[in-house]
């Protein structure tokens, strides 16, 4: 078998995996949903719980949760035992990953853990195992298979638990109302923060880098002023000096073929009306969904007056980290 065809078996192995477990959802994920609800309500937290590729695959889950508003933190089963324990608090929910549901460092846990009023909720694959008995609810994530060719090493299983923990994070998001602006809230940095967070205001060309003329000026005039603004393109406006239309090397290029007369011609007779434009208090990110919709290089910037305020260069995406 060669490689690539090998690649394909494994995924057709585990999406064959979450079609199974998708399958076997039931009222159970509904009961987890509204316990998670309830606990971040009351101000508790999720504690996520689990030993090897599974306390890995948790560690995700909780970094999903808390990025999208829902507190969740990572205990260590092992360290636990030894004063790590001291983070739980009563009116957490405990998320205990194990297929098996028979792991001795999670088992030898328990004991600990229900000494606080908390809720746990297993994902596991043996609804009649130690940890199903002693959870309050249990998530089936029963898989057909490994995609290891021994179906040994956990790869099917840690990604119907990983895809588990998605569905979770995504239901408990939806419910709790969490808006656009909460998650850039919680991304700060990087260029999901500078897209959600900014605003067109602050990444827009501005001053003399913003080139404007009035609707009678012409063509040969228009292009000095879109030079000396090193700009492709440049707002034309009305006698009220609101926005009539754009002109660009675009459209300079098309008349050029047509009129050769094209440089003494007024910009109101070559411009293009009604142009794409965006306020200037609009989010960076819906900037960037104009020019992956439009196909579009220059975006004009315009006030409540509808007057041209700055420009928005595509050009000027990437170095502002917001592609």
Known sequence: MSHLAKAREVFDIELAALKAVRAQLDQSFDAA???????LKSRGKIVIVGIGKSGNVGAKIAATLTSTGATAVVLNSVDALHGDVGLVNDGDVILALSYSGESDEL????????????????????????LAKHSDLTLNVRIPKEACPFNLAPTSSTT?????????????????G????DFAKYHPSGAIGRALLLKVGDIMRRGNRNAIAGEKLTVKEALLVMTQAKSGSLAVVDARGKLAGIFTDGDFRRHMATDENLLSQ?????????????????LAAEALKIFNERNIDDLIVVNAKNQPVGLVDSQDLPKLKIM
Not at 33 to 39: D, K, N, S, W
Not at 114 to 122: D, E, G, H, L, T
Not at 267 to 279: N, S
């Open 266 to 282: 007024p910009l109101k007779t070559v411009m293009t009306r009604k142009p794409i434009c965006i306020r200037d208090d609009a």
């Open 160 to 176: 119907a638990m990983l895809v588990m923990g998605d569905a979770l994070a995504m239901a408990v998001l939806q419910a709790r």
């Open 107 to 130: 088992l030898n846990l328990l004991p600990a853990l229900k000494r606080f009023s908390v809720k746990i909720i297993a994902f596991t694959s043996n609804g009649k195992s130690a």
């Open 178 to 181: 969490f808006k656009q602006k």
């Open 33 to 39: 949903v509204e316990t998670l609800i309830a606990a």
